[in-house]
């Protein structure tokens, strides 16, 4: 018949229980993290709701920062690049 729930939620319990104390040790570490304002993001799929919701909206979001854009089309892909470059310094450049 294989296992029983009740062997299972035991054997689970006791695996729980067992990595307790390594839990423990993890959590009095106290780690730094140092953060970023800005949120490197790539589009995939530059079609029309692509470039005319996803893009539009992110670029109205302080930190956003597009690192890549692909599509399958290059037209797509290029009005989407030229589209981020009008509102960046630092442009795009398709492949």
């Avoid at 689970?12 to 106290?30: H, I």
């Amino acid at each position: 018949m294989g296992i029983s729930r009740h062997t299972f939620l035991q054997s689970a319990v006791a695996a729980g229980t067992a990595l307790l104390p390594v839990r423990e040790s993890f959590a009095q570490k106290k780690r730094t993290i140092k953060g970023s304002d800005d949120l490197n993001i790539a589009l995939i799929g530059a079609g029309e709701q692509g470039r005319k919701a996803l893009i539009v909206s992110c670029l109205k979001i302080p930190g956003i920062r597009f690192k890549a854009i692909c599509d399958i089309w290059s037209y797509n892909r290029d009005y989407a690049v030229n589209t981020v470059n009008k509102s960046l310094v630092s442009g795009l450049k398709p492949l």
